[in-house]
Structure formats: structure tokens, C-alpha cells
């Protein structure tokens, strides 16, 4: 494994299992022999194997012995550490590293998805840090001190992508580093732009990622997709602060090259900046009437994840969200519908068809071809079964779990898609090589024999999923 690509290793792989532990209840005289007979500098402190605590022998200097207390009178949880900062054990190394770097600690506790400790990770059990590292580019990103040094991150982003996607790290991998890191450049934009210009601001708000942003599956081409929500019983002076800021915000996100959205799906427009009611009534609108455009605007909305503020508005919006369909089945047919609408460009005796004309003539439009109709057939799929917030891989893989893909349906998807995404991050690779805007055309002369080949199957694969979606939404009753 490169050097480069240990940043990608899960957690899991690498943090040490054999962990001492305690009770928090413990007697601290206990928990110290305990350290000593080991010969270690700390102990986790755990309740039903649930980490809560750390004690260290920091702890026991500054604590206890500076202090001049008894010992022999000490339990555990008298001195130890918490809340206790853990990771999960499939996150990835460079997430663990940025998180001891931003806490300005040295071990993590590794737990698994019920809270349950696996291990320990620290700083010490990673390679020596590089310049062209996800940790070291998240470090700059935080200690940032302007907009201009976020401009700079951003191309320095950009090099990164295509750095590492030259040392085998996979596709998937390389498209959640996007996501965390154009994440981190848009909360220090926001901690900026606010501590600058408007230190008054309400807290009673949250910024919203929408679309592919709020789904994590961002490749170097994604433009901005965002919205705002916030309080009902906001003043008027809140609210046109607010707007000043929102405004703001995305002048400057624009600025430091994150291109607009076309369809202006953006905090700074009023239509994208309304309050918790306001926004439940224009759900409930969308929903109500599946025209193309808020089939567009709601499907959009769907994939909302909270990336700045108060995030129980997100989880109100959500349980709203829910509630509506369960009450309203047909927008998601509709839905699964636009999914269908966008065939995968094979001819009749199964060859891949190029556009015929214009300035992508021998090239495929991978988003159109098969990306959009999985994610967004994968995400009615998952809304209409109830299935929990996530990507499209984690949605697919929940509908596995509730047994409305087959084991290898589902692993059918998840390869078509992979691929798919691959070949169009290649796509944008090769548009900033030849000094062109990043886009989805894929010139086919540029693939082989057997890429092809795989290409044909991956786009074969989305016409039998958009089959499986006519018939799990009746589409052919509708026409469609």
C-alpha cells in the first residue's frame, strides 16, 4: 500500500484491541495498579462496555497529586476525562488523525456501530504525515484565517483529487474525501463570514446541504446545492440579518470557485431561505402537486443533511418529510418516473451510443446515462419503504436489509454505480488535464476494450434496475 493510500485504511484495521478498562465506580487506587502492572499511560473507563472516560497519567498528576488528594478516597469517575471522544471503526484513518489534531488530543476510542468499544487508535499508529495528505489539507482548512486562504484550499483540494486518485485509492473512497473536505471548507467559510460581518447573527438556524452534497457523493464538477431554515418566531431584524448573511455566504462560496447552481438552489434566494413552518407548507405543496419542477425542487430537498446550526430542525423536517408520503404515495411514483425517463444510451443490438453531434460528439453523458436513474430510483425506493437517511450505497443496501433487493440485485446495483462514478470522476480528471471545465462527457475512444465492455454491462444494469422500478411503482399503469 502507498503511502498515500494508508489514510484510507478503516480505523478498524489499525487501532489496537487489547484495551484495559475499568468501571467508572472504580476505585482510582485500583484503576493506577492496574496501569502500572501494564505498563501503560492510560485507562478507558467503560459502562456496559460502552466507553465513557479516560484516565492518564496526566490526570493523576495534575488531579490528584497537584492538588494534594487522597487517593485512597478517589473513584474513577472523579477525575476521569468526559465525554469521551471516539471515531467510528469504519471511518478512516485521515478522519481519525484530523479529529486528534482539531481536539488536540492523542488516542481515540475505536467504537462499533451500537457504542461499544473495539479498540484504541493514536497518532503514533499512523505513517508520518505528507504535504499531499487529506489530515494535513483538513489541518489548513481549519486554521484558515481568511477567505483568500480558502481559495487557495480549494484549488489545493482539486490537486489533492487528482494526486490521489493517481496512487489506486478507489473511486469511492476519493468521492467521500470530497464530501468531508468541501464539508470542512464551507463550515470555515461560514465560521468566517460570520465572526467577520455578522457576530449578532441568531443561532436558531441551520445550513442545509441538498442533493448530492447532502447525500456525500460529490465529484470535482458538483456545484452548490443548499438551503436554510430557521426558527418561526424569528424578528424581523433576525430575519433580514439572516438574509444579509445568506447572501453573503454564497457571494463568497462563488468566489473561492464553488460554481452556483443553475437552477439557483441556494441559501442566498428567498425561495431556498424560509422558516420551519414555512418550509413544511411548500413540502406539503410539492407533494401535493408532482409537476416536473417540484418533483425536481423536492427530490432535491430529500437528501437534506444539516452541515452548520441547529440540527433538530433537519430531523423535524425529515420526521415531516415521512409523514407526507406515507399519506401520499404518488409524488414518489413520479419520482421513480423521472428516474425511468432517462435511458441508458444502448442501441438495439446492445452497443453503447455516443452523442452523434455537436461539441461531445463521441461522448457519453455518464450522469444522464446512469447515475441520476439509480440514485434517485434507489432514493423513492428507499423513501417509500421508510429506509434510514444515507447515500445511495447505504440506501441500497438498507433496502437489501428489508428484503426489497435480492442480495445480488443490490450488489449489481452497487457495482454499476461504482463504476459509473469512476469513469466520470475520469472524465473530470481529464477535462482539468486539457484545461477544461470539469463535466460528465466521457469521450469513448478514451476507454479500452474490456472498460468498455464494463461500461456496456454497468449501463445494461441501469435498464434492468429503471425494469424493476416500472413494475414496483405500477409505472405502466400511469403511462410511463
Known sequence: MSADNVFFVPVRDLCQRDVVTCEQDESLVAAVEMMSERNI??????????????????????????????????????????????????????????????????????????????????????????????????????????????????E?????????????????????????????????????????????????????????????????STDQDNAIVYADDLTETERERLAAFSVDLIDHLVGIGVPPCPGGIMAKNEAWRRSLSDWKRVLE??????????????????????????????????????AQLRANNLFLAYSAANAVGFKPPLGFFGGIKPERH???????????AGIFPITEGVKAMALQAGVGDGGTRGRVFGLEGAGILRSEQAESLIAALDFLVTLRLRAQLLALEEDREPNNYLPLERLNRIEEGRLKLALEEVGHFQGFLRSRFHLNQMGR
Open 41 to 154: 499511560s492510560s485507562i478507558v473507563v467503560c459502562s456496559d462496555q460502552v466507553p465513557v472516560g479516560m484516565v492518564t497519567d496526566r490526570d493523576l498528576r495534575n488531579k490528584v497529586v497537584a492538588r494534594g488528594r487522597d487517593p485512597g478516597e478517589l473513584r474513577v469517575s472523579d477525575i476521569m476525562n468526559s465525554p469521551l471522544v471516539t471515531i467510528g471503526e469504519n471511518d478512516y484513518l485521515f478522519e481519525a488523525l484530523h479529529l486528534m489534531s482539531r481536539r488536540r488530543i492523542h488516542r481515540l476510542c475505536v467504537v462499533d456501530a451500537s457504542g461499544a468499544l473495539c479498540g484504541i487508535v493514536t497518532d503514533s499508529d499512523a505513517l508520518r504525515l505528507q504535504s499531499r495528505s487529506p489530515q494535513q489539507l483538513m489541518k489548513e482548512i481549519e486554521e484558515a484565517a481568511d477567505v483568500d486562504d480558502l481559495k487557495v484550499l480549494h
Open 358 to 368: 455537436g461539441p461531445h460528439r463521441g461522448s457519453i453523458e455518464l450522469k444522464k
Open 285 to 322: 405543496r410539492w407533494l401535493r402537486t408532482p409537476s416536473p419542477e417540484n418533483i425536481l425542487s423536492g427530490s432535491m430537498f430529500f437528501d437534506l443533511r444539516t452541515l452548520y446550526g441547529d440540527a433538530s430542525f433537519e430531523a423535524d423536517l425529515k420526521a415531516h418529510i415521512t
Open 156 to 220: 489545493k483540494l482539486e490537486k489533492l483529487v487528482v494526486h490521489l486518485a493517481g496512487t489506486g485509492v478507489a473511486t469511492k473512497d476519493l468521492v467521500q474525501t470530497v464530501a468531508h473536505l468541501n464539508d470542512r471548507i464551507l463550515v470555515r467559510l461560514i465560521e468566517l463570514v460570520r465572526t467577520a460581518r455578522y457576530p449578532d447573527l441568531t443561532d436558531r438556524f441551520a445550513f442545509l446541504a441538498l442533493g448530492s452534497e447532502g447525500r456525500q457523493e460529490q465529484t470535482l
